[in-house]
């Protein structure tokens, strides 16, 4: 390959890459460790700041919902400004949350701090699957979509032993200060390279080499574009396969270890190890899911994936009764539930592949951030269900959904194999 090869036409990764692919994890995996930080934390809080259990449930989702927001401001951001510089204002961004919330003086400041740092965390994932969509080869993009998505069960691993284990030593507020570490990756960020598909697309938009339609629509409004007649069939079918996806994730996360410890009676369920043991099986499912979904379709894996989800959840569900007398087999569908959550793998790499260069990171970011903040509404709406249904209803929802998602995939194009180039819509993948 010459020097003016782009980066996604090398047929093997090479140390450029690894540069690339570590940026991007280590911003998702920051992010979402900072995103969950505080849910392992809500006991001292609440000691502090003597909030009831409705006012720790809306802190708790301010971040989340935060998130929502910062995927539109950073997704705009990732398009103008580049992926690399978009994902360094994120860092910061999340990095002045967690010291602000170390020095909160009340829960009001502390609520404040956390949707900065739900801004920041907004902004990690979309530019860095991005830049990994755009410079790795169409054959592997999808294992190494998965590789830097495997950041959020790291995160909220870290989230968990920190939180269980050492906070209750070191305290809440020493915690959130530790929490700025990421900042030192600022000091290096010029050492990661920026996408060359993206400078490549911005020059030719200056320089008016771009097609004309191309060029008219990379002026307009990044949501206008998003909208817009070309786009907005496929922005729509996206969103709500997320919203499904992520509805089925978060549902399971808040009610699997209360209803287990409440309803169930299983005692290690209020400890850091349930999470421990789902983030085992996400690590499992997240790395895996890129290699099938390369091999068999973005399609095919993710439904059966879904599946792997709703078969974890029976089994706490449907099939207690069977195995009550077996805590280990309730950890055990914990392990089957995470490797389900690999679907997670899917969007960077699948989403990549479904919209043009003009628009790329705003969708990602978009879609996936609008898509977490409306789970700010989570929390409130369990408490809902659980009056009514009980704890169980909520693991039931989440079952539903991930079948929803399930099924829903289908409505969206076949993408694997798909080429990516600067001035035009991602070519055709290998599958219809």
Do not use: K
């Amino acid at each position: 390959m010459n020097a003016t090869t782009r980066l996604n036409e090398h047929l093997h990764p090479g140390a450029v890459h690894r540069r690339v692919l570590l940026l991007a994890w280590g911003a998702w995996f920051t992010g979402f460790y900072t995103l969950m930080l505080l849910s392992f934390l809500l006991p001292q809080v609440q000691a502090e700041f003597g909030l009831s259990e409705r006012e720790l449930a809306w802190m708790t989702g301010i971040a989340v919902g935060a998130s929502g927001a910062g995927g539109v401001l950073f997704g705009w951001m990732s398009d103008r400004w580049g992926r690399r510089a978009s994902l360094g204002v994120a860092i910061a961004a999340f990095s002045l949350g967690n010291l602000l919330a170390a020095a909160s003086p009340s829960s009001l400041a502390l609520i404040l701090a956390r949707a900065l740092a739900g801004l920041g965390v907004g902004g990690t994932w979309g530019a860095g699957q991005a830049m990994i969509g755009e410079t790795f080869p169409p054959a592997r993009r999808g294992r190494y979509g998965a590789v830097a998505q495997s950041g959020a069960p790291c995160g909220l691993g870290t989230a968990a032993a920190i939180g269980s284990f050492v906070a209750p030593v070191i305290g809440w507020r020493t915690t959130f200060l530790l929490s700025v570490a990421p900042v030192v990756a600022l000091f290096f960020l010029r050492a990661f390279p920026e996408s060359d598909l993206w400078l490549e697309h911005r020059r030719r938009l200056r320089d008016g080499t771009l097609a004309r339609a191309e060029r008219e629509a990379a002026r307009r409004p990044i949501l206008a574009q998003l909208v817009g007649r070309d786009l907005r069939g496929r922005f729509a079918g996206a969103f709500l396969l997320t919203i499904l996806n992520m509805s089925a994730y978060w549902f399971a996360v808040i009610w699997l270890p209360r209803y287990l410890q409440v309803q169930r009676g299983l005692s290690i369920f209020g400890s850091g190890w349930w999470t421990l043991t789902f983030v085992a099986g996400s690590l499992l499912g997240y790395l895996t899911f890129g290699a099938v979904s390369d091999a068999i379709g973005r399609r095919r894996a993710f439904t059966l994936y879904c599946a792997i989800t709703a078969a974890g959840l029976a089994v706490v569900t449907i099939f207690w009764e069977a195995f009550q007398t077996e805590p280990a087999v309730a950890l055990g569908s914990l392990f089957v539930a995470g490797v389900g959550t690999g679907t997670w793998s899917c969007f960077g790499a699948y989403f990549t592949e479904l919209f043009p260069t003009r628009v790329r990171g705003a969708a990602l970011a978009v879609i996936m951030n609008a898509s977490r903040g409306a789970q700010f509404l989570a929390p409130p709406l369990i408490a809902v269900v659980g009056a009514g249904w009980g704890l169980g209803g909520g693991v039931a929802l989440a079952a539903g959904f991930a079948a929803l998602a399930g099924i829903w995939v289908w409505t969206l194009p076949e993408t694997r194999g798909t080429r990516i180039e600067a001035g035009a819509e991602p070519a055709a993948g290998v599958e219809p």
